[in-house]
Structures are given as structure tokens and as C-alpha cells.
């Protein structure tokens, strides 16, 4: 058995700690591409979400490598993630790419189905061992989130521009050439260093923009045009409250272990979505919610094309930004999408941002002076 996995942002780093040490064999993907995205459209039915295109373009990439089996999470509610691994089956095979698809979640809360799944992956099943790489992977995703987030405090505030983006993409590809959580962990803590030691402008105060919606159009660098880097460049901090960590956290962990989840989203969303309806819908109101309530200057909402739990939450979002006084931008992803009029869209969005915080600042002024 080879394992691959889907990419989705920095998920390569954690599913390769997870199989490190777990000693499976495995083929890392392709980084998402063109190549990808064209051979995903060729399978995938016409209608589907853009995640599940660019998807099945990395198991096909990786196919061509020597993998035979696809390791991916699972989804729930009316989303049609929770459809993804019998749907990538089906395409797969149909198509002369004889894969099994591996599915990470507890279905139905049955544990034994979830642990005859981890035995296997794992070929066996020690369960002090599988404690430790699970614990493990988990700090590594903590980590790799925690990284990402410095990059999008630094990036704003450096001096040299392109410098965070030159360490932090010369640490994703690096890291293919690191193995196990303890070597990736060490490369995690060296890059933040080297981008600690940047020379940044510590007076410099920027705008600052929540990045709400889909989670994979959100945290993939390939889907959204790296908006968190032209963003950065813009001198623009962003927040993404949707993280890899977060995600195994709450979706995967906590599905096992009876423990409180984090609900604050769901508290801030109550007076305009008080129900789960699939995706994250729920979390995009609520997280925008909350981001208004810190004090940020915008929000920008990405989800694909026919993403029905974010069409939801896109219709709801105008009441959030009339009661919060918060302007939202909604950006809707397909393989037709064009960089340039994406980028013209965000840049006039930073602009009228900009102008509201301008008119603000006088205003302040003015009230301070007695005028």
C-alpha cells in the first residue's frame, strides 16, 4: 500500500508527519497547479466544486507515482465534501485509476469502524504508538498554523518587500526533504526565526481583514491566487480563523473524545444563522461577527462556485456588515476564474477600506479638538 493525500495549503506538512512516523510509504503530490486543475476538470462532473477538481487531479498526479491509496477526512451536514470519497472512488476507477480511498472521520460515532481504519493505515494497531503520532501531529499542525500566522503579521510590516514570502516558500518546499514530526518541527522553528529576524517596521499600523468561508478556498494558496500574500503586499494584516489545526481539532479529535468544542462562533452567529446547515456556513457569520466585534477594518468572504452552505451565508452577510458596520467582499472561485479582475476587486476593496479609516482618523481628530 502507498498512501497519497489531497493537498489543501500546508496539510502536506501534517499528513507527511503523520506517515513519517507511522513509517507508511507514501507520494506527496504535486503542489497544486494548472496541470492539476486542467486534469481534475477532465474527470470531475461539470457541476462540482472546484475543491474536489483540483482534488482528483493530485490522485491522478500521484497515481502516476506509484500510490494506490488516497487518504482524506471526512465531511458532514448537506456539504458535498462528505460525498468526496465515494464520489473519487467511483471517477477513479471509472477512469482506469485503481485507487482505495481511505477515509479519516468516525462514521456515526461507531469508533471500531474508526479504529479498523487506523489499523489499516498503520498496519497494526499499538495503541501507545498511535497516541504519540496522533499527539504529535497535532503539535505539528499547531506549529505550521502558528508560522503561517506570523507570516501574516510580518508581511505587512516588512521593509524589504517579497522577504517573509522568500523564507516562508523556500520553507514549504524544503520541508520535502525533512522527515518525521521531530525533524519538521526543528525546520518550523528555524523559519521563524529567520523571519523574526527580518527587519520590520514596528510603528507601521496596517489594515487589518478577517478571511472568512469554504475552508479549502480559504487556506489554499493555489485556489484563492495567494490573497494572504497580496494582501501582505499591500500592507494589509489578514486573519483566517479557519485553520488545519482547528480543523482536526474540533472535527476529528473532539468527534472521538468527548470534550467541549469551541462554540464562540456559533454564539456570535445565533441572531442571523443559529443552525449548522452544512460547510461553514455557520462559522463564516459567526467568525465575521466576531471579527467586527475586534475591531477590523473588512471581511473577505472566498468559497467556490455552487457551494450551496456558503451561498448561505453570502446572502446573510449584509446584515452583518449593516448592524456591525463592517464592509465585506465576497470572492466566488472556479477553474475560469481570471488573476487580474480577482486582483482588481480586492485592490478597490483595500482602497474603500482605506478611505473609511481615513475619514474616521479625521473625524476622531476633529471631536479631540473641539471642532
Known amino acids: 500500500m502507498k498512501i497519497t493525500f489531497p493537498h489543501m495549503g500546508n496539510t502536506y506538512i501534517v499528513a507527511k508527519s503523520l506517515l513519517d512516523d507511522f513509517e507508511v510509504d507514501y507520494v506527496i503530490p504535486p503542489f497544486n497547479s494548472k496541470k492539476a486543475l486542467e486534469i481534475g476538470t477532465k474527470y470531475a462532473p461539470e457541476m ?41 472512488r467511483e471517477i477513479l476507477n471509472d477512469n482506469g485509476f485503481n485507487m482505495d480511498i481511505l477515509t479519516l472521520e468516525l462514521p456515526n460515532g461507531n469508533l471500531k469502524e474508526f479504529m479498523k481504519r487506523i489499523r489499516k493505515l498503520t498496519g497494526g494497531f499499538n495503541i501507545p504508538k498511535v497516541i504519540k503520532v496522533v499527539k504529535d501531529t497535532l503539535h505539528v499542525s499547531k506549529k505550521v ?18 522577504s517573509v514570502d522568500r523564507v516562508y516558500k523556500d520553507f514549504q518546499k524544503d520541508i520535502l526533504n525533512v522527515k518525521g514530526s521531530k525533524q519538521i518541527l526543528k525546520s518550523i522553528e528555524n523559519t521563524k526565526n529567520k523571519i523574526m529576524r527580518l527587519e520590520i517596521d514596528k510603528d507601521y499600523e496596517p489594515l487589518k481583514v478577517g478571511i472568512v468561508g469554504e475552508i479549502y478556498t480559504t487556506i489554499d494558496f493555489f485556489t484563492n491566487l495567494n490573497i494572504d500574500s497580496k494582501l501582505g503586499g499591500m500592507g494589509v494584516e489578514v486573519d483566517r480563523a479557519i485553520t488545519v489545526s482547528g480543523w482536526i481539532t474540533e472535527h476529528i479529535l473532539k468527534a472521538i473524545i468527548p470534550y467541549r468544542k ?50 448561505v451565508a453570502e446572502s446573510i452577510l449584509p446584515s452583518v456588515e449593516r448592524d456591525h458596520d463592517i464592509p465585506v467582499l465576497t470572492l466566488i472561485l472556479d477553474e475560469m476564474t481570471g488573476e487580474a479582475g480577482y486582483i482588481t476587486r480586492i485592490e478597490a476593496f483595500i482602497d474603500l477600506l482605506k478611505k473609511r479609516k481615513e475619514r474616521r482618523e479625521i473625524g476622531e481628530e476633529l471631536i479631540l479638538s473641539g471642532n
Open 145 to 162: 498554523d502558528s508560522l503561517e500566522k506570523l507570516t501574516f503579521k510580518a508581511r505587512p510590516r516588512e521593509v524589504k518587500k517579497g
Open 48 to 88: 462540482s466544486c472546484l475543491p474536489l477538481k483540483i482534488n482528483l487531479g493530485n490522485y491522478i498526479e500521484a497515481f502516476e507515482e506509484g500510490a494506490d491509496t488516497v487518504l482524506i477526512t471526512g465531511g458532514c451536514g448537506p456539504c458535498r465534501f462528505g460525498y468526496y470519497c465515494e464520489m473519487s
Open 262 to 311: 469551541d462554540i464562540s462562533y456559533k454564539e456570535a452567529s445565533k441572531p442571523y444563522l443559529g443552525a449548522m446547515i452544512g460547510g461553514h456556513a455557520q462559522e463564516t457569520i459567526g467568525n465575521s461577527v466576531l471579527y467586527a466585534n475586534m475591531g477590523y477594518d473588512g471581511i473577505i468572504q472566498i468559497y467556490p462556485l455552487t457551494c450551496m452552505p456558503e451561498i
